[in-house]
């Protein structure tokens, strides 16, 4: 099947297409016991969609996020801006973001170390437009601690935790530095 979907969009000349993802923290640094916020945001090419998680009864690949666990950080859960409902036909519907998805990773420090935490997230969807193209990155995301940081993305946060469901991030069992 995958193949099949590579082949179909290099057919369609919409295999140039990827997305983009800018990954920030809420704070330039932490302290034991402060609330980490990650968001990843994710720009979506003009005219396709992103398949949400949860995806809904409809057809197609839920957007998967994975983060690694280390012992200085315990992350809590995740959450997400809403995204749309797209009715497919008359009995399907998914859930699916357009131009642009923010999502958030929470945890909280647990550890008085100071110094930097060098993480990955890894990012795993489908973008369809007249054909679907798998999307697969991983990102670098440092987490500096040793004392608390003035907020960085107040308004954002604020705003997207109004309308935020649930999210399912994967904690990676893998340590990092």
């Known amino acids: ?12 000349g919409v295999s140039a ?14 302290a034991v016991g402060d609330t980490v916020v990650t968001a990843v945001v994710i720009s979506i ?18 957007l998967s996020i994975s983060i690694g666990q280390n012992s200085k950080i315990k992350w809590l859960d995740g959450f997400a ?28 420090v647990v550890s008085k170390a100071k110094g930097k935490v060098d993480l990955a997230i890894n990012v795993n969807g489908l973008i369809c437009k007249e ?13 500096v601690l040793g004392s608390k940081g003035a ?15 649930s999210f399912p991030v994967v904690f990676a069992s893998k340590s990092s530095k």
């Open 1 to 12: 099947m995958k193949v099949f979907l590579t082949m179909l969009s290099i057919v369609l």
């Open 45 to 62: 090419p003009k005219g396709f969609h992103l398949y949400a998680n949860p995806l809904g009864p409809g057809v197609g690949k839920p």
């Open 17 to 30: 297409q990827s997305i983009e993802i800018f990954v920030q923290n809420d704070k330039a640094s932490y």
């Open 151 to 165: 907020k960085q993305f107040t308004s954002t946060l604020n705003s997207a935790q109004k309308t935020a469901v």
């Open 81 to 108: 801006e809403k995204p749309q409902k797209y009715v497919q036909d008359n009995d399907n519907w998914v859930w699916q973001w357009e131009e642009r998805a923010h999502i958030f990773v929470r945890g909280v």
């Open 131 to 143: 054909a679907c193209i798998p999307q697969k990155k991983t990102i670098p995301v440092s987490i």
